[in-house]
T-cell receptor, first 115, second 115 residues
Framework: DQQVKQNSPSLSVQEGRISILNCDYTNSMFDYFLWYKKYPAEGPTFLISISSIKDKNEDGRFTVFLNKSAKHLSLHIVPSQPGDSAVYFCAASGRGGGSNYKLTFGKGTLLTVNP | GAGVSQSPSNKVTEKGKDVELRCDPISGHTALYWYRQSLGQGLEFLIYFQGNSAPDKSGLPSDRFSAERTGGSVSTLTIQRTQQEDSAVYLC?????????????FGQGTRLTVV
């Protein structure tokens, strides 16, 4: 039972264009969402997060949008750069105590930005 | 050190042997996670420690896997009687608070190869 789903295993975009990475979740207890980026042979690194009290959070070229009614979030990267090529993981954590706090990850989307 | 440290970085072991993987979290972080990533797969949750609470072991794939966290700091993941399907990158992460709504920081991982 996958609670965080990234349905696109890969995405290819041209340099300078927008990259949109999508994530869906099923657990209504989730109230904090994060995006991580992973290069080969490295651990994932935190990119950006959003609390459920917001619907948008922006940090430079990266913006995360949250649609709570649809249980959907997306990461927008604009403009995309070749150095953005990596696997992007969506993650979520919840409320309610105990193990609801633990981070649950999606399977990741491989983004390739072509020069 | 400033980040999450894992050792060894690479481990090759013979099928049937036991292995121990170590994680030194960031000082002061009360939450610690173990994940693994098999070739071409996403991040698979293994175990979650939060302070003095009982760990969430729901992700451990079999009773050959166990983990300890001593003194609320260093953690050791032990795999007994290793099998070839245990080959993966094992990632440790830590985060600051009990909520998990501060980002988790990952180590570089231990690449385990069972031959």
């Amino acid at each position: 039972d996958q609670q965080v789903k990234q349905n696109s295993p890969s995405l290819s975009v041209q340099e300078g264009r927008i990259s949109i990475l999508n994530c869906d979740y099923t657990n209504s207890m989730f109230d904090y969402f994060l995006w991580y980026k992973k290069y080969p042979a490295e651990g994932p690194t935190f990119l950006i997060s959003i609390s459920s009290i917001k619907d948008k959070n922006e940090d430079g070229r990266f913006t995360v949008f949250l649609n709570k009614s649809a249980k959907h979030l997306s990461l927008h990267i604009v403009p995309s750069q070749p150095g953005d090529s990596a696997v992007y993981f969506c993650a979520a954590s919840g409320r309610g105590g105990g193990s609801n706090y633990k981070l649950t990850f999606g399977k990741g989307t491989l983004l390739t930005v072509n020069p | 050190g400033a980040g999450v440290s894992q050792s060894p970085s690479n481990k090759v072991t013979e099928k049937g042997k036991d292995v121990e993987l170590r994680c030194d979290p960031i000082s002061g972080h009360t939450a610690l996670y173990w994940y693994r990533q098999s070739l071409g797969q996403g991040l698979e949750f293994l175990i979650y420690f939060q302070g003095n609470s009982a760990p969430d072991k729901s992700g451990l794939p079999s009773d050959r896997f166990s983990a300890e966290r001593t003194g609320g700091s260093v953690s050791t993941l032990t795999i007994q009687r290793t099998q070839q399907e245990d080959s993966a990158v094992y990632l440790c992460a830590s985060s600051l608070g009990p909520r998990g709504n501060t980002e988790a920081f990952f180590g570089q991982g231990t690449r385990l190869t069972v031959v």
